[in-house]
């Protein structure tokens, strides 16, 4: 008996996959190649340096005009809250878009449901949120890909998403 390749996805298609592929822009496809753990944290660290870029706009340059002109210092769990709703929005609005941020267009990567499809709001929020324990806690949810079957980040296996490889 062959042996499956543990990156594949192996769900089986539904009756109605080609329909539905053909009716919703969204589907990606039923049988995709997982990426790499190499692969995803490369784009995981290019994603870090377009994030110096995001936090500029939309963190520094408030909280420098706020502390400037008006003397005000927001306490430090607003500013955290800031960050943390300010990243969410980037990565759900790309997620959501095509499933793909600006650092994982540039490394062929597309974030995906179990079935295929671009995540809806509420699962981008649930990784997104799962994945700040992963990265404060030494890197640990990603460590997880090392004893994964399918090689997955563990806030991927938890919300039931998984990183592809574009052709």
Known sequence: MKKQDPRRNTAAPSRNAESRSANHPQVVAQVVELAGVRRRLASLLYEGLLLLGVLALVFLVPYLVLGVLFGIAPAGWVAWLHIYVALGAYFIWYWRRRGQT???????????????????????????????????CFGLGLAWALVDRDRQFLHDRLAGTRIVLLP
């Open 102 to 136: 600006l650092a994982m267009q540039t490394w062929k990567l597309r974030l995906v449901t179990a079935d295929g499809r671009v995540p809806s709001v509420a699962t981008g929020w649930l990784r997104y949120t799962l994945a700040w324990p992963s990265l404060l």
